[in-house]
């Protein structure tokens, strides 16, 4: 029998929910990509800051930039949120994104990195981040033809996961959720040959602590381990939000695990490096980043 606050959860907070989001996706969908992207970044400029979750984003920011003065903590938190707005807003028109022609809404910097990643015949890994709007990394993979699988988090509500699934139809096939079933599914992957992309910005109760802006951070373990065991290369690779809705995304040359013989060694020495790359990622553009996860204990 389920208990009442589930039934609750389930019959009437979560169809509300999907409510809001059809009619969030609806308003923003029939706009032109660069209006749409405005407003939603300018409605989320003003209310965000005033959301009880930012007090998590100005407690980050102030172990991530000690000292930091409150005008300049206050101005990253507002150019966070006016990201994130933009990010929703832009979610509808994702896949008529153009990466050639003239002017392209997107471009690609380090192109030869991700063509021999695509052509190597190996398994691989995305190094990548809540930076920027993080939906062009799986999608840039679809359009060079990299087979790939993105490793991410299912929404609680299962209607609104069918909704954001359906906003990624060009890539959905792409996307792994997390847990027991997605490690199978890419482990089957990588022996495929695919190319893994993850995020190894989150927090990972069950990963280990290791340093994140001079603060040790739990953080996940499958992409130095098994980038360790199958001796693959891991591209670093991340979204820089340029002007309005206009991105680049910068491809790094591939990283690779030192072969010590001590593969749990070797492991958190790749992790350690891929954690200093994602901090010089957020030193250099804060405001891009996702500063809502709880990335540090206590």
């Known amino acids: 029998m389920l208990r009442p606050r589930t039934l609750i959860e389930k019959y009437i907070r979560h169809p509300l929910e999907a409510l809001a989001a059809t009619v969030v996706w609806g308003v923003f969908r029939i706009l032109p990509v660069n209006l749409a992207s405005a407003l939603g970044g300018g409605f989320a400029r003003v209310v965000g800051p005033r959301i009880k979750i930012s007090d998590r984003a100005r407690k980050n920011i102030e172990r991530a930039f000690p000292g930091i003065e409150d005008e ?36 690609v910097d380090g192109l030869e990195h991700l063509i021999d990643f695509r052509d190597d015949g190996k398994p691989g ?137 001590d593969k749990a060694r070797d492991s958190k020495e790749l992790t350690e490096r891929c954690n200093k790359i994602i901090e010089g990622w957020v030193r250099e553009k804060p405001g891009q980043w996702l500063w809502l996860h709880n990335r540090w204990p206590g």
């Open 72 to 107: 300049d903590a206050e101005e990253i938190i507002a150019d966070m949120w006016e990201n994130l707005g933009r990010t929703v807003a832009e979610f509808p028109h994702i896949s008529k994104f153009g990466y050639d022609g003239a002017n392209p809404r997107v471009k």
């Open 125 to 261: 890994f995305y190094l990548s981040a809540h930076l920027a709007n993080w939906e062009l990394a799986p999608l840039t993979a679809h359009v060079h033809d990299v087979p790939s699988a993105f490793v991410y988090r299912e929404a609680n509500n299962r209607l609104v996961e069918n909704f954001y699934m359906s906003g990624r139809k060009l890539y959905r096939d792409m996307m792994i959720p997390k847990g027991r079933e997605g490690a199978r599914s890419m482990l089957k992957a990588l022996k495929d040959g695919k190319h893994i992309g993850i995020m190894l910005d989150q927090k990972m109760n069950d990963g280990i602590p290791v340093p994140f802006f001079g603060i040790d951070a739990m953080t996940a373990t499958a992409l130095g381990d098994l980038a360790t065991s199958l001796k693959c290369p891991v591209i670093p690779a991340r979204v820089i939000r340029e002007n309005g809705a206009r991105f680049r995304v910068e491809v790094s040359k591939p990283l690779y695990a030192e072969d010590t013989g």
